[in-house]
């Protein structure tokens, strides 16, 4: 080997070490610089994580702003906004608390207003009802026909104003307490009869008729005071819908569990998209017929039906003969 070659062999071997030192310090600087920036990555994806789960006290920490110091400013100032937002949004909450107090508070005292009022105007209804007896009785002389005929409208208004006042006072009664039945075994036929007697001479006034049928002759337990109330609700309703001079079937009927009563007035029906909410509070159409009411008495009568764990359906049809029914479901 001559002289030459032996001396590029040394120079193409140092040159061999120093590019395989300066390879092996470029792939540690690498793989540390490849590590830091592994960590960095973590530590963003452990604050996003933290955040998505509540922890808005979570910040990028310094290692990774080191590395990504661009991405954890955005990320940092995104938490922080994130922690505004829900600072103001618990402030709305607030607000929105302390209004809805207010709003309980006087819708409480509205109630609470109307029934005191209800109560207080129920005292002197009551004596004009018993004046008026009086004054019909002839105790403060002979009426003519005239004088007579115009106490008994009086009559009937002032029933109708006593029969309002008890449908608000009855609601308000059942805001506080349930419904306390007093149940006894009484004649079905009687109860419906009577109250269709005493509701004669209201249908009377639009010349309307009220016919009865029954094919149900046993006893059954029920409270009489409050199954008459929802007869009269439901009879009161049907002279109300009804066209003037028209007619009004009452029927007790029915199966092996159940009986049914049910009312039926014909002329006018309930379109399909109220009859869901004719059992509604304070629900009614009778200002359209130009009568007075408080949409009341059928949540009122539903209320008494559930009571005695019965149910209250109602059926309109609106072509051909327009007729509605309400029925009553009790069990025997
Ligand atoms: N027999 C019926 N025929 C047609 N519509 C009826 C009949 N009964 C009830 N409705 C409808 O259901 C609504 C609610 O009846 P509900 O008895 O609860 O209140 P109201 O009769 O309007 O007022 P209130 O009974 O308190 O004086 C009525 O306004 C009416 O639109
Ligand atoms: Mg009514």
């Given at each position: ?297 059928l949540y009122l009568s539903n209320k008494i039906v559930e009571a005695h764990k019965g149910k209250i359906f109602v059926e309109s049809n609106e072509e051909n003969e327009k ?10």
């Amino acid at each position: 080997m001559n002289a030459y070659v032996f001396a590029f062999l040394i120079i193409f071997q140092a040159v061999f070490i120093v590019a395989f030192v300066y390879l092996f310090i470029r792939y540690t600087n690498l793989k540390k610089t490849f590590s830091k920036y592994q960590r960095g990555l973590c530590g963003l994806l452990k604050t996003i994580n933290s955040v998505r789960y509540g922890n808005l006290f979570e910040r990028i920490n310094n290692e990774t702003l080191e590395v990504f110091p661009k991405l954890s400013k955005s990320v940092n100032s995104m938490i922080e906004s994130i922690v505004d937002r829900e600072d103001m949004i618990k402030e709305y909450q607030n607000d929105l608390n302390k209004k809805i107090d207010v709003l309980t508070e006087v819708e409480e005292l509205k109630e609470d207003f109307v029934a005191t009022l209800t109560h207080d105007l129920k005292v002197p209804i009551l004596a004009e009802k018993n004046m008026l007896s009086f004054l019909l009785d002839n105790r403060f002389g002979e009426l003519n026909e005239k004088q007579h005929q115009a106490l008994m409208h009086l009559k009937n208004s002032n029933k109708e104003l006593v029969e309002l006042v008890e449908i608000i006072l009855e609601t308000y009664k059942l805001n506080e307490t349930k419904i306390e039945l007093n149940k006894e075994e009484i004649d079905a036929n009687r109860l419906i009869e009577t109250t269709i007697e005493e509701m004669r001479p209201i249908a009377d006034t639009d010349n309307i008729q009220i016919n009865y049928w029954t094919e149900y002759q046993e006893r059954i337990k029920l409270d009489e005071f409050y199954i008459k109330r929802v007869l009269k609700n439901l009879i009161l309703n049907a002279i109300s819908f009804s066209e003037p001079s028209s007619k009004i079937d009452v029927a007790l009927c029915n199966n092996d569990k159940n009986i049914y009563i049910k009312i039926t007035n014909y002329g006018k029906s309930i379109k399909k998209e109220e009859l869901k909410h004719v059992f509604d509070k304070y629900y009614t159409t009778a200002k359209k017929f130009r009568k007075v009411g408080t949409g009341l008495g059928l949540y009122l009568s539903n209320k008494i039906v559930e009571a005695h764990k019965g149910k209250i359906f109602v059926e309109s049809n609106e072509e051909n003969e327009k007729y509605t029914t309400f029925i009553i479901e009790l069990s025997r």
